[in-house]
């Protein structure tokens, strides 16, 4: 089974190709993110333009190398897969328009993909295989959950964030310290080079064992920041940047790495000791960090095989490997000619 995935749902234009849901054969990703950063944060019409402007060389790009290396064509593959939500409407209809177009065109059965969902599946590009029941961390921009599958497509959602996602808050923090976005890898590179005892932040108490917040951790850090440069909580937060020194940003970032990064570990491991599941995954461009992937190792009794972390940021592959599992599951393919958007999707 070959199918073709395409991700599309925010800054990122990703295209891939995936046999049997195991076997990355081709993978592109080009990104917007770039252009993002002189504004701090994505700005959905430039991120929607910028999906039209890769969507077909990508696309392009990706078949050819296909075709080329195989000495196959547009025959070899056997459906199309594509992210429907949640997102960005413009990113989103951009790709799904791609992929419609080409289902009818090429004659594929296109399958409408889940992009939370994905990013689980992006664990399952790999010889040794998940297993259920699977316990999912997904971690990233606009979502914090833990999600108990017992099979494919069957899965509960544990518990998930009340406020804002784990990503958010590192961007929140990054733009507090006047370090780049994404804040994720510029507030884990300071990170590294700060002393993680410095200050201590409160975790949440929350009513929900496995829900999740990080608004109240986002605020500290500011309160933190200005207390350091001996300001009360009326600063402007855009003053912050030039006014802390590089020791000040290295120590905030690692005091609040340490402090995301315990949170979301302590409720894995309680949701671990509570299901007992086989095996354990993180999902989600913050899956990327290293600290997540150290402090869950040791503290997990079993083994956990992380994806590596270009399979963890939004991409194509992770799409076409949940597209394979439908397909060869023989779930129904959807209409191409009425394949809508959904924004909102949740899992
Ligand atoms: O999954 P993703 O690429 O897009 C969404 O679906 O949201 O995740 C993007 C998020 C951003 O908030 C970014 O700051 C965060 O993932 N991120 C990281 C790291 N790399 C990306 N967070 C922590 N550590 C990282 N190394
Ligand atoms: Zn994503």
Do not use: H
């Given at each position: 089974m070959i199918i073709l995935g395409i991700e599309s749902s925010c800054d990122e234009t990703g295209v891939a190709i995936v046999e049997d849901g195991s076997k990355l054969l081709e993978n592109k990703v080009a990104s917007s993110m770039s252009v993002h950063s002189e504004y701090g944060g994505v700005i959905p019409e430039i991120a929607a333009r910028a999906q039209l402007e890769y969507i077909i060389p990508v696309i392009s790009e990706v078949v050819?190398?296909?075709?080329?290396?195989?000495?196959?064509?547009?025959?070899?593959?056997?459906?199309?897969?594509?992210?429907?939500?949640?997102?960005?409407?413009g990113s989103l209809l951009i790709g799904t328009l791609a992929a419609r177009t080409l289902a009818i065109t090429k004659n594929k059965p296109l399958y409408s993909i889940n992009h939370v969902e994905g990013h689980v599946y992006a664990n399952f590009l790999n010889e040794k295989q998940p297993e259920f029941p699977l316990l999912s961390l997904i971690v990233s921009g606009g979502h914090t959950q833990l999600v108990l599958f017992t099979n494919h497509f069957e899965y509960r959602v544990l518990g998930q964030t009340v406020d804002d996602a784990i990503g958010e808050a590192f961007d929140k923090v990054a733009k507090i310290l006047g370090l780049p976005y994404p804040g994720g890898p510029s507030v884990s590179m300071a990170a590294k080079l700060g002393n993680d005892n410095k200050f201590n932040f409160p975790k949440p108490r929350l009513d929900h064992k496995y829900n999740f917040s990080y608004s109240g951790l986002k605020t500290s850090v500011l309160r933190r920041a200005q207390s350091e440069v001996g300001a009360d909580y009326q600063l402007s937060s855009t003053l912050l940047p030039e006014m802390l020194n590089e020791e000040q940003k290295n120590d905030i970032a690692a005091c609040f790495e340490k402090t995301a990064v315990s949170i979301v570990v302590e409720k894995t491991i309680e949701a671990f000791n509570e299901y007992t599941p086989k095996s354990?995954?993180?999902?989600?461009?913050?899956?990327?960090?290293?600290?997540?992937?150290?402090?869950?190792?040791?503290?997990?009794?079993?083994?956990?095989?992380?994806?590596?972390?270009?399979?963890?940021?939004?991409?194509?592959?992770?799409?076409?490997?949940?597209?394979?599992?439908?397909?060869?599951?023989?779930?129904?393919?959807?209409?191409?000619?009425?394949?809508?958007?959904?924004?909102?999707?949740?899992?």
């Open positions: 050819d190398k296909f075709s080329r290396e195989n000495l196959v064509g547009w025959d070899a593959i056997d459906g199309i897969a594509v992210t429907y939500g949640a997102g960005l409407s354990v995954v993180i999902a989600g461009g913050v899956a990327a960090n290293m600290r997540l992937r150290n402090d869950l190792a040791q503290s997990l009794p079993i083994n956990i095989d992380y994806a590596p972390p270009y399979l963890c940021t939004d991409n194509g592959a992770m799409i076409a490997t949940l597209g394979c599992y439908k397909a060869m599951a023989g779930i129904p393919p959807v209409d191409p000619k009425n394949l809508a958007i959904e924004p909102n999707l949740k899992m």
